[in-house]
């Protein structure tokens, strides 16, 4: 199976003239050869915030303006829903035709068939040289390419600036270690208030911090032939970390937090000013800084004693094209414009997350606002540090890390000891594994 490799630096910043070329003629529509008497309208699917969803008609607005005749419907929902939707639809083969991916999907979509093979399209519609190298492996499934990396995001902690200051508090000096942020947290929390020191990552619908915290201890959320490649002790350390905090009233309780998990990002705890910190993806702090005054700032993840130093990794937003599509010659060019045009680029902006299209991030530089500058800066720092491969999720990841969060929220609203959510969570994972 296949393994990732890193992402350089330089890979991920330097703009090349040739790219620029492609992103232009992209840009302008280019006609690929073959489309004859396709149906000239598209559905396309796609998560996110109401926020997301504005940036993205407009973008489609603009491809229907490049493209005479052509119509395209935007599908959008959050993306819980997002994810049911689309494995329904995937089951009754009726999958939008261009379609956002997440990589814990790809692998169940594209060895099932319900996806198009991308890889006759490679440099035949689809500009590639303006993207990153990885930018096909990271929708490598088997020998087929069933989907492309648009952009890239990380990890982070986000942090209440203003709050910190006014504590004296110097995060980038005071937090090294999961301990240290631990220790801050406490010094930070104020539940009498209602006020917390830091959020509860255990009871969102991804488990990207956790993650994290496998890799540094050496392990992997799956082996390369899709095999848990964790040991249950090291998800029952991650669990009781966070219960430790959780009883300590550090961070909220499980109904404040699921609560908070519900809405949409208006009701994150960082916006409502309920927490000091925040385990986010790096992409989110645009968003959380959009919706309130209060100044946010944004560090690496902390590390576990005797941490690996090749954890780090980049969870890639992919792009699809369902196998059934009536249109496979407009959808490639649809993604290819998604991918690599510079007009759409700037429609679109960062909001999920850095560019894989180096042509799209220099075209992007100048007017990056300053959330925008910071998690950018951070990935492409990040992406210097030393990366091992990262195997491919296998088709039972969705359900595995749903088992993850189930487990999570059992021991938080206090219906399971941390060992009893553990074995529950191995069961499932086994029986996840054996039914996908």
């Known amino acids: 199976m296949r393994v990732r490799s890193r992402i350089s630096r330089r890979e991920f910043m330097v703009l090349g003239a040739a790219g620029l070329t492609l992103a232009a003629g992209a840009a302008c529509g280019m006609p690929i050869p073959g489309m004859g008497g396709e149906p000239k309208s598209l559905s396309v699917a796609q998560w996110g915030t109401a926020q997301r969803a504005d940036l993205y008609k407009k973008a489609i607005a603009l491809f229907q303006e490049q493209n005479a005749g052509v119509t395209a419907d935007l599908q959008f929902a959050e993306l819980g829903a997002y994810n049911d939707r689309l494995t329904t ?57 069933y989907a492309l990396a648009s952009h890239y995001v990380g990890q982070s902690i986000v942090v209440n600036a203003q709050y910190l200051q006014e504590k004296g508090v110097k995060y980038d000096q005071q937090v090294k270690t999961w301990d240290d942020l631990a220790g801050l947290a406490k010094q930070l929390s104020d539940p009498e208030r209602k006020f917390w020191g830091i959020a509860d990552p255990t009871m969102g619908t991804t488990q990207r911090h956790l993650q994290a915290w496998i890799r540094q201890a050496g392990e992997e959320l799956f082996t390369p032939d899709g095999q848990i490649g964790f040991k249950p002790d090291t998800f ?12 300590a009233n550090v961070i909220p309780p499980a109904d404040v937090q699921t609560q908070a998990e519900a809405g949409s990002f208006a009701t994150n705890l960082l916006v409502q000013n309920q927490v000091a910190i925040g385990a986010q993806s790096t992409n989110h702090l645009t968003q959380i800084q959009r919706l309130t005054q209060v100044p946010m700032a944004m560090f690496s993840i902390p590390e576990i004693p005797n941490s690996t130093k090749d954890w780090w990794f980049f969870p890639p937003i992919l792009l699809s094209i369902a196998g059934t599509t009536k249109s496979p010659h407009l959808a490639v060019q649809m993604l290819d414009f998604f991918l690599s045009s510079v007009p759409a680029g700037k429609i679109t902006r960062v909001d999920q997350g850095a560019p894989s299209s180096a042509p799209v991030r220099e075209a992007l530089a100048p007017d990056l606002q300053p959330a925008e500058a910071a998690f950018v800066t951070q990935i492409s720092r990040e992406m210097t540090y030393p990366a ?17 969060t189930d487990a999570s929220q059992q021991v938080a609203f206090g219906k399971a000891s941390v060992s009893q959510a553990v074995d529950t969570f191995m069961a499932a994972a086994k029986r996840a594994i054996a039914a996908s």
């Open 388 to 404: 091992r491969g990262l195997p491919v999720l296998p088709p039972a990841s969705g359900a595995i890390v749903q088992a993850q």
């Open 236 to 247: 029952g350390s991650w669990l009781e970390f966070w219960n430790k905090l959780r009883q």
């Open 89 to 145: 639809q995937a089951a009754s083969k009726s999958l939008p035709d261009v379609i956002w991916m997440r990589d814990d999907r790809v692998g169940r979509f594209g060895g099932s068939g319900a996806l198009l093979d991308l890889t006759p399209y490679l440099d035949k519609g689809i500009d590639m040289k303006g993207l990153s190298k990885v930018a096909a492996a990271d929708g490598t499934v088997g020998k087929g390419v």
